[in-house]
């Protein structure tokens, strides 16, 4: 089944087919809601084709994080965001270095555990696990400049040699391609062959379906990430089978397109026009609408909010127990 909803959201895209085709095979969800905070965290997993091709998405999990409250500045609240969000990080790397050693059956496995950089120099043996943090998207755009705000705020480490810590983090902003004339994925793949990092983490600006969601809501997904895909702006992805590194992928939804909230505004006001009516209206906005996305207009204090919780939960990920 192939759908035309405009979203970045894996969540979103199962409300909306399994509204129409009911229950899905091949795709399991769990949903839990914190009581107190109100923060509702889903877990979606798809299976296997059957579930790939009704969704769209590739085959692995996609939690989705939901904080309503996340752009009201409230401390105690943001630090629940921020706890829970280090914690899945912290799953899912475990995650993906598990799989990655099932996957390359021992072969090419750093045995000890340095890090090569240019020059021949080496991180310390006592890192064990090595990121790479890429922070997708343009910077001169506020709703597109999540990714390098998050890096901005980062403690990066993999220059220090006497840096105790058992997290090395590295970074990179590659910029668009408008600006660098190469595709993204190449550019971390280049980076990533040199520095061979246990984990990819990229960080990009996503697009949604529902308003609420906008700013508010974090995906994290352990099958990399194809930027642009929600606002139709297809580029190579970025994951395992193309950089060669397990990726996470870790996003916010920051524009909706203009014409879904036409049609939700418009849908109940038409329902006695005929079918012909009702294609001939959405087909005249569709064509004047097709290329045009929104953003709330608080999105240069909400960027810098929730960039700053997500820098904060990888900063934060020493102690949560990652380990190789």
């Given at each position: 089944?192939?759908?035309?909803?405009?979203?970045?959201?894996?969540?979103?895209?199962?409300?909306?087919?399994?509204?129409?085709?009911?229950?899905?095979?091949?795709?399991?969800?769990?949903?839990?809601?914190?009581?107190d905070?109100?923060?509702?965290?889903?877990?979606?997993?798809?299976?296997?084709k059957?579930?790939?091709?009704?969704?769209?998405?590739?085959?692995?999990?996609?939690?989705?994080?939901?904080?309503?409250?996340?752009?009201?500045?409230?401390?105690?609240?943001?630090?629940?965001?921020?706890q829970?969000?280090?914690?899945?990080?912290?799953?899912?790397?475990?995650?993906?270095?598990?799989?990655?050693?099932?996957?390359d059956?021992?072969?090419?496995?750093?045995?000890d555990?340095?890090?090569?950089?240019?020059?021949?120099?080496?991180?310390?043996?006592?890192?064990?696990?090595?990121?790479?943090?890429?922070?997708?998207?343009?910077?001169?755009?506020?709703?597109?400049?999540?990714?390098?705000?998050?890096?901005?705020?980062?403690y990066?480490?993999?220059?220090?040699d006497?840096?105790?810590?058992?997290?090395?983090?590295?970074?990179?902003?590659?910029?668009?391609?408008?600006?660098?004339?190469?595709?993204?994925?190449?550019?971390?793949?280049?980076?990533?062959?040199?520095?061979?990092?246990?984990?990819?983490?990229?960080?990009?600006?996503?697009?949604?379906?529902?308003?609420?969601?906008?700013?508010?809501?974090?995906?994290?997904?352990?099958?990399?990430?194809?930027?642009g895909?929600?606002?139709?702006?297809?580029?190579?992805?970025i994951?395992?089978?193309?950089?060669?590194?397990?990726?996470?992928?870790?996003?916010?939804?920051?524009?909706?397109?203009?014409?879904?909230?036409?049609?939700?505004?418009?849908?109940?006001?038409?329902?006695?026009c005929?079918?012909?009516?009702?294609?001939?209206?959405?087909?005249g906005?569709?064509?004047?609408?097709?290329?045009?996305?929104?953003?709330?207009?608080?999105?240069?204090?909400?960027?810098?909010?929730?960039?700053?919780?997500?820098?904060?939960?990888?900063?934060?990920?020493?102690?949560?127990?990652?380990?190789?």
């Amino acid at each position: 089944m192939q759908n035309n909803i405009r979203t970045d959201l894996a969540v979103e895209l199962n409300e909306e087919i399994s509204r129409k085709a009911g229950r899905l095979k091949g795709i399991i969800v769990n949903q839990q809601k914190d009581k107190d905070t109100g923060i509702e965290v889903t877990s979606l997993k798809v299976t296997n084709k059957a579930g790939e091709r009704m969704i769209g998405k590739p085959m692995g999990t996609y939690i989705t994080i939901e904080a309503r409250r996340i752009n009201e500045m409230n401390e105690d609240y943001n630090n629940n965001v921020t706890q829970i969000l280090k914690n899945y990080i912290s799953e899912l790397i475990g995650e993906l270095l598990k799989n990655k050693k099932v996957k390359d059956n021992g072969k090419n496995s750093r045995q000890d555990n340095k890090i090569p950089f240019p020059g021949g120099k080496n991180i310390s043996s006592k890192r064990h696990i090595s990121l790479l943090v890429a922070g997708l998207g343009n910077r001169d755009i506020t709703s597109d400049s999540l990714g390098p705000l998050v890096v901005k705020n980062l403690y990066i480490n993999g220059h220090i040699d006497n840096d105790d810590t058992g997290l090395c983090v590295c970074s990179i902003i590659p910029g668009v391609m408008g600006d660098t004339g190469m595709e993204t994925a190449d550019i971390i793949k280049g980076i990533a062959k040199q520095i061979n990092p246990s984990v990819i983490i990229a960080i990009d600006a996503l697009a949604a379906r529902n308003i609420e969601r906008l700013n508010t809501t974090i995906q994290l997904s352990d099958m990399g990430i194809n930027p642009g895909s929600g606002v139709g702006n297809h580029r190579v992805g970025i994951n395992y089978e193309n950089i060669g590194i397990p990726v996470l992928a870790i996003g916010v939804p920051t524009v909706i397109d203009a014409l879904t909230i036409v049609t939700d505004l418009v849908s109940p006001l038409i329902g006695d026009c005929s079918a012909d009516e009702i294609a001939a209206f959405f087909s005249g906005i569709d064509n004047n609408m097709k290329d045009m996305y929104v953003t709330p207009k608080a999105i240069d204090q909400d960027i810098k909010n929730i960039s700053a919780i997500i820098s904060s939960a990888i900063n934060n990920l020493e102690q949560a127990g990652i380990s190789g």
